[in-house]
């Protein structure tokens, strides 16, 4: 009895052991069709669909722009031409204005035929809609602030980044989520649950996060101490370094190479490195802003403190 359950025990570790050391042996030649690939393709068509859109509207308003340059450059040339004018015109056109402010209404005009004249432009809008009402709604002149057009490209390229980021890290996420429903969707290394949650963490926090505040930052800082920034070129070499940090720190990520260290700090020291001189030139630039005058030492304190 004895020796027949060592023989039972002895054919159940032998199974064990025979399904343990069974490989499976996954087959990666159409990786490119495989569930997952083909859900990023999707979610990266969208992202590009929403750049599309969002050209659009940019091209809309620069041409909005251009538009309203013309028309003040058309006013300019009509003061210049104002201008130029003879004493005799000039006369005549006092002589018209003189008549203008004399007139009365002679009761008829609403009913008559007989053009309008009106020469002291006070009609904004001439509408033949019944319903049209008598008041028409105030116009709102837009607040509008003189930037540079230096500072205006860097602060455009530092948010343009950071919504980049924010959209390729949020779709690193989702895939990642994806994978909680689906855990077969792919066998690929570099797709693996492992190592895309700290590519997604890493991107929405470096990439996203620091990007669009230092973006908001020279905006805020230049606008409040009433000053340029010291240097566009060390603007650009430091969004340079902080895009190229995320990355190369993403690559290695995704092949393996991290940290090991805790969240948001996967990223081995050379990119950590990479990404410190970047900051160290953008607070380099900010330091160099500070002025001399007391007040504007204090709206420059006041910009500082608005960034913490």
């Not at 203008?100 to 809609?129: C, I, M, P, Q, R």
């Amino acid at each position: 009895m004895l020796k027949n359950k060592i023989s039972f025990l002895t054919a159940i570790l032998l199974s064990q052991s025979a399904v343990a050391q069974k490989s499976v042996d996954v087959s990666t030649d159409n990786w490119v069709t495989s569930p997952g690939i083909i859900g990023t393709f999707f979610l990266i068509a969208i992202v590009f669909i929403i750049a599309i859109v969002i050209m659009l509207f940019q091209a809309s308003g620069y041409i909005k722009t251009i538009q309203e340059r013309k028309q003040r450059t058309r006013q300019l040339e009509f003061s210049e031409e104002l201008l130029g004018l003879k004493e005799a015109e000039i006369d005549a056109i006092l002589l018209q204005r003189k008549q203008s402010l004399n007139f009365k209404l002679k009761g008829e005009e609403l009913g008559s035929s007989t053009e309008a004249l009106d020469e002291k432009g006070l009609v904004y809008k001439v509408s033949h809609e019944p319903g049209n009402p008598l008041v028409d709604e105030k116009r709102k002149s837009p607040l509008t602030f003189e930037t540079p057009e230096d500072l205006k490209k860097i602060i455009i390229f530092y948010l343009g980044a950071s919504v980049f980021w924010l959209v390729f890290g949020t779709l690193i996420g989702q895939y990642v989520g994806m994978k909680f429903v689906w855990p077969d969707m792919d066998h690929q290394a570099w797709l693996s649950f492992g190592r895309l949650r700290p590519v997604h963490t890493n991107t929405v926090f470096w990439g996203w996060a620091s990007m669009a505040m230092i973006g908001l930052g020279y905006f805020v800082i230049a606008r409040t101490s009433n000053t340029k920034i010291y240097s566009y070129r060390w603007a650009w070499i430091a969004w340079y370094l902080l895009n190229l940090s995320v990355v190369i720190g993403n690559y290695f990520l995704m092949i393996g190479i991290n940290n090991g260290g805790g969240e948001y700090r996967e990223y081995i020291w050379p990119v950590t490195a990479l990404f410190a001189s970047g900051l160290i030139i953008t607070f380099s630039t900010i330091i160099k802003l500070l002025p001399t005058e007391r007040f504007q030492r204090y709206t420059f304190l006041t910009g500082i403190f608005s960034q913490v």
